[in-house]
Nanobody, 122 residues
Framework: QVQLVESGGGLVQPGGSLRLSCAAS????????VGWHRQAPGKQREFVAG???????NSADSVKGRFTVSMDDAKNTVYLQMSSLKPEDTAVYYC????????????????WGQGTQVTVSS
């Protein structure tokens, strides 16, 4: 069994910052990669930023220079640091983790977090 818990969302003023967390627990070796996605009302879910435990990162053009992904292997937790937030960043944010599980065969399995609401408004 693997559990994901997202946290850190909330209401913030334009120009402000938030840090989202996504923690994995259960029968796992660790997190191998993360993708953060978001879905605004009436829109499709879109990729925001990602990283691998090898240190590779990438991000959507709309958030470059403002959002940063990081991984804490010891805590099995990933983060999305968001700064210079804009109203158009308002969405439900989801983490998607590629986890090395301790199941038979030690497979890599994809898991989604439950989502956390980020609202940017004055």
């Amino acid at each position: 069994q693997v559990q994901l818990v997202e946290s850190g969302g909330g209401l913030v003023q334009p120009g402000g910052s938030l840090r989202l967390s996504c923690a994995a627990s259960g029968n796992i070796f660790g997190i191998r990669a993360v993708g953060w996605h978001r879905q605004a009302p009436g829109k499709q879910r879109e990729f925001v930023a990602g990283a691998t435990n090898g240190g590779n990162t990438n991000s959507a053009d709309s958030v470059k220079g403002r959002f940063t992904v990081s991984m804490d292997d010891a805590k099995n937790t990933v983060y999305l640091q968001m700064s210079s937030l804009k109203p158009e960043d308002t969405a439900v944010y989801y983490c998607n983790l590629l986890i090395h599980t301790r199941q038979n065969g030690a497979p890599l399995v994809n898991y989604w977090g439950q989502g956390t609401q980020v609202t940017v408004s004055s």
